[in-house]
């Protein structure tokens, strides 16, 4: 198990350089540079150049490479080059809250709610209740998260005060945008809860099961669900991956004052330490979500590590 | 044997003759009693037609093609250009789906948006088509080592989260339909080179490819008429599936900003126009490019898990 996490780690670890290296030559490989408009602005070409030389942009890119990835071991992410007075460090830490309470929020709602409509479906299969969870999941997945929130605004938080439709602060702005953002991932869980489900309450073990008398409840508990939550855990990184891309417009459309914002704003202002810093702070969640359920998936069933070697 | 057939004879001779009726030479009367042979596509078409949900999807699709041809040309206004005293007006029967801000009649460009829309999907999945059933499939054939460092890079793509890609690219690139296209095929292979080599893995160790390398068929030959040929069904089902993961994908960068520009019409930045106007009584801005969107999407899906249902039988469930 030791050799597996650190083997595991390391990935994750080379993953996430990876990544930087990309987005750091990628970005520098881009027309223009953060004090394009301020030249039509009228700053002189020698201001310009002093703010170049400032901020080390006048290195050669695999110098400026190096002392990010320096900078970058201590958490430095430097400062910002579009909000002057600003680190990028204090940006993002004033952002990242709302961001996190929000993405924590949809994640735990949407694996609650889903599995539970799934496994309800699947104990109820082809009655009413099927047919209901089905049809959400179908809608979950068809209805863009961008569209649902806007459809919330106007159909509920504009007719009822107890749904505020903008900014941060109580528990209740939360509501509407976690809802919005956890349709697809609530229908996604649910589709694949209640398959797995109906595939394995048709197994001969939970026949014995329920020759050996034991109560319908403690079989669905104990023997039904755990087997058929395993290809949920396998998909929750990529559903980390879509909760966390939605909020960027979730969060532009309740004006949740989160990181999301920060991303598309550095990339048409060519803000280069924010862009890697947003670049970085998402990729590092996502890696490392990836990374947890890895390690999940090889506690909850034994048998991944005999199969290891082929994948 | 010869005392039946005596039997038989003996049998016959009490039976009067106009009972007998000649044996049709052809043997079609044989055919009657047996089931009609029925190709792998045929009998996938017939599971598909069944499967009303994926029929309805089907018909949704043909309807969006068609009027993505032709809408636009039913109205006899532009999708650009609006007359400014006309903004924001109802639908009536002057502008069936009413106007935005600029007067801009909103038919007009719903239909082209589906256009712009359709237009990425198709393009995303046949790119990916290309590039993931090539290299899929090379990676699978090959095996070995050569299978394990293809697979090692697809791997650390498959890492990079993947709206990341896209959005960096659009730094590179000037936003618009082709850096989209562009930016979801660069990600979207990956998901088709796995499924292909999967396939390809399983497949080439089968006794006809043997038979078809011990007579001599060439490499591409295996390729091209066995191995292809049989991982068709999950390699459509997955294409017919990247179709509506790139239209929310053009919708969802629209939205954002970074995705078709202005003038052009999509239904992500029509979408991201209502915005702006969502607490005023203009529910058509909102409702028809959010109708539209989701109505493909839901075509898309249906239509894609229907065929999943039935090219693969076993994996119905």
Redesign the interface.
Same mark, same amino acid.
């Given at each position: 198990m030791g050799v597996f996490i650190l083997k595991r780690f390391v990935a994750m670890i080379i993953t996430l350089l990876i990544i930087i290296t990309l987005t750091f030559f990628l970005m520098h490989a881009a027309p223009g540079d953060p004090f394009d408009f301020d030249a039509e602005g009228g700053i002189s070409a020698q201001a310009r150049e002093n703010l170049m030389i400032h901020y080390g942009l006048d290195q050669p890119t695999h110098i400026q490479y190096f002392n990010y990835i320096k900078n970058l071991a201590t958490l430095d992410f430097g400062p910002s080059m579009v909000s002057r007075s600003r680190t990028v460090d204090s940006m993002i830490a004033n952002g990242f809250p709302a961001s996190l309470v929000l993405g924590f929020t949809t994640l735990i709602f949407s694996v609650i709610s889903g599995i539970i409509l799934g496994v309800i479906a699947a104990l109820r299969h082809n009655r009413m209740v099927d047919y209901v969870t089905m049809i959400i999941a179908v809608l979950g997945i068809s209805i863009p998260n961008f569209i649902l929130a806007m459809i919330f605004i106007k159909y509920i938080g504009l007719q009822f005060d107890f749904f505020p439709v903008a900014r941060w602060g109580t528990w209740r702005h939360v509501i509407l945008p976690a809802l919005a953002l956890s349709s697809g991932p609530i229908a996604i869980i649910a589709r694949l809860t209640r398959s797995n489900m109906l595939e394995v309450l048709n197994q001969d073990y939970i026949r014995t099961a329920k020759a050996k008398g034991i109560s319908p409840t403690r079989i669905v508990m104990k023997h039904a669900l755990r087997n058929a939550l395993l290809p949920v855990v396998t998909i929750m990184g990529a559903l980390t991956a879509s909760v966390l891309t939605g909020s960027f417009v979730i969060e532009r459309i309740f004006a949740v004052p989160g990181v999301g914002r920060y991303f598309v704003e550095s990339i048409s202002n060519r803000d280069y330490p924010m862009i890697m810093a947003t670049t970085v702070v998402y990729s590092a969640i996502l890696v490392f979500m990836m990374f947890i359920v890895d390690l999940v998936y090889g506690i909850i069933d034994p048998r991944i590590k005999l199969h290891k070697k082929e994948g | 044997m010869d005392n039946s057939a005596k039997a038989s004879k003996k049998h016959a001779q009490n039976i009067p003759d106009d009972l007998f009726t000649p044996v049709n030479k052809n043997g079609d009367n044989e055919a009657e009693f047996m089931r009609p042979s029925v190709g792998f596509w045929q009998d996938a078409w017939f599971r598909l037609m069944k499967n009303k949900v994926a029929v309805l999807g089907l018909i949704l699709i043909v309807i969006m093609i068609i009027m993505a041809i032709i809408g636009p040309w039913l109205t006899p206004y532009d999708y650009r250009e609006g007359v400014l005293s006309n903004q924001n007006q109802p639908p009536s029967t002057t502008h069936w789906f009413g106007t935005d801000e600029l007067g801009r009649d909103m038919f007009t460009r719903v239909w082209y948006g589906a256009r712009v829309s359709l237009f990425i999907g198709f393009a995303a999945a046949f790119i990916e088509f290309f590039i993931g059933v090539s290299y899929g499939g090379l990676s699978g054939y090959k095996g070995g080592r050569v299978d394990n460092i293809m697979m090692r890079f697809v791997d +650390?793509l498959y890492?990079?989260?993947?709206?990341?890609v896209v959005?960096?690219? *659009?730094? +590179?690139m000037d936003p618009g339909v082709f850096t989209i296209i562009v930016a979801l095929s660069l990600t979207g292979w990956i998901g088709m080179a796995r499924i292909v080599r999967g396939q390809v893995l399983q497949l080439k160790s089968n006794e006809y490819v043997l038979a078809s390398k011990v007579l001599g068929g060439s490499t591409s030959r295996i390729v091209r008429k066995h191995l292809l040929p049989n991982s068709m069904g999950p390699i459509i089902v997955s294409m017919t599936l990247t179709v509506p993961g790139a239209i929310?994908a053009e919708?969802?960068l629209s939205?954002?900003? /970074?995705g078709v520009q202005a003038p052009i019409a999509s239904w992500g930045t029509m979408?991201n126009d209502?915005?702006g106007v /969502?607490?005023t009584g203009y529910?058509w801005r /909102?409702v028809f490019p959010?109708v539209m969107?989701? /109505?493909t *999407?839901?075509a898309f899906?249906?239509f894609g898990d229907g065929l999943r249902d039935a090219l693969d039988p076993k994996m119905r469930?």
């Amino acid at each position: 198990m030791g050799v597996f996490i650190l083997k595991r780690f390391v990935a994750m670890i080379i993953t996430l350089l990876i990544i930087i290296t990309l987005t750091f030559f990628l970005m520098h490989a881009a027309p223009g540079d953060p004090f394009d408009f301020d030249a039509e602005g009228g700053i002189s070409a020698q201001a310009r150049e002093n703010l170049m030389i400032h901020y080390g942009l006048d290195q050669p890119t695999h110098i400026q490479y190096f002392n990010y990835i320096k900078n970058l071991a201590t958490l430095d992410f430097g400062p910002s080059m579009v909000s002057r007075s600003r680190t990028v460090d204090s940006m993002i830490a004033n952002g990242f809250p709302a961001s996190l309470v929000l993405g924590f929020t949809t994640l735990i709602f949407s694996v609650i709610s889903g599995i539970i409509l799934g496994v309800i479906a699947a104990l109820r299969h082809n009655r009413m209740v099927d047919y209901v969870t089905m049809i959400i999941a179908v809608l979950g997945i068809s209805i863009p998260n961008f569209i649902l929130a806007m459809i919330f605004i106007k159909y509920i938080g504009l007719q009822f005060d107890f749904f505020p439709v903008a900014r941060w602060g109580t528990w209740r702005h939360v509501i509407l945008p976690a809802l919005a953002l956890s349709s697809g991932p609530i229908a996604i869980i649910a589709r694949l809860t209640r398959s797995n489900m109906l595939e394995v309450l048709n197994q001969d073990y939970i026949r014995t099961a329920k020759a050996k008398g034991i109560s319908p409840t403690r079989i669905v508990m104990k023997h039904a669900l755990r087997n058929a939550l395993l290809p949920v855990v396998t998909i929750m990184g990529a559903l980390t991956a879509s909760v966390l891309t939605g909020s960027f417009v979730i969060e532009r459309i309740f004006a949740v004052p989160g990181v999301g914002r920060y991303f598309v704003e550095s990339i048409s202002n060519r803000d280069y330490p924010m862009i890697m810093a947003t670049t970085v702070v998402y990729s590092a969640i996502l890696v490392f979500m990836m990374f947890i359920v890895d390690l999940v998936y090889g506690i909850i069933d034994p048998r991944i590590k005999l199969h290891k070697k082929e994948g | 044997m010869d005392n039946s057939a005596k039997a038989s004879k003996k049998h016959a001779q009490n039976i009067p003759d106009d009972l007998f009726t000649p044996v049709n030479k052809n043997g079609d009367n044989e055919a009657e009693f047996m089931r009609p042979s029925v190709g792998f596509w045929q009998d996938a078409w017939f599971r598909l037609m069944k499967n009303k949900v994926a029929v309805l999807g089907l018909i949704l699709i043909v309807i969006m093609i068609i009027m993505a041809i032709i809408g636009p040309w039913l109205t006899p206004y532009d999708y650009r250009e609006g007359v400014l005293s006309n903004q924001n007006q109802p639908p009536s029967t002057t502008h069936w789906f009413g106007t935005d801000e600029l007067g801009r009649d909103m038919f007009t460009r719903v239909w082209y948006g589906a256009r712009v829309s359709l237009f990425i999907g198709f393009a995303a999945a046949f790119i990916e088509f290309f590039i993931g059933v090539s290299y899929g499939g090379l990676s699978g054939y090959k095996g070995g080592r050569v299978d394990n460092i293809m697979m090692r890079f697809v791997d +650390v793509l498959y890492g990079l989260p993947y709206l990341l890609v896209v959005i960096l690219l *659009m730094v +590179v690139m000037d936003p618009g339909v082709f850096t989209i296209i562009v930016a979801l095929s660069l990600t979207g292979w990956i998901g088709m080179a796995r499924i292909v080599r999967g396939q390809v893995l399983q497949l080439k160790s089968n006794e006809y490819v043997l038979a078809s390398k011990v007579l001599g068929g060439s490499t591409s030959r295996i390729v091209r008429k066995h191995l292809l040929p049989n991982s068709m069904g999950p390699i459509i089902v997955s294409m017919t599936l990247t179709v509506p993961g790139a239209i929310f994908a053009e919708a969802f960068l629209s939205f954002l900003g /970074l995705g078709v520009q202005a003038p052009i019409a999509s239904w992500g930045t029509m979408a991201n126009d209502a915005l702006g106007v /969502l607490n005023t009584g203009y529910w058509w801005r /909102l409702v028809f490019p959010a109708v539209m969107i989701s /109505l493909t *999407m839901f075509a898309f899906n249906v239509f894609g898990d229907g065929l999943r249902d039935a090219l693969d039988p076993k994996m119905r469930r």
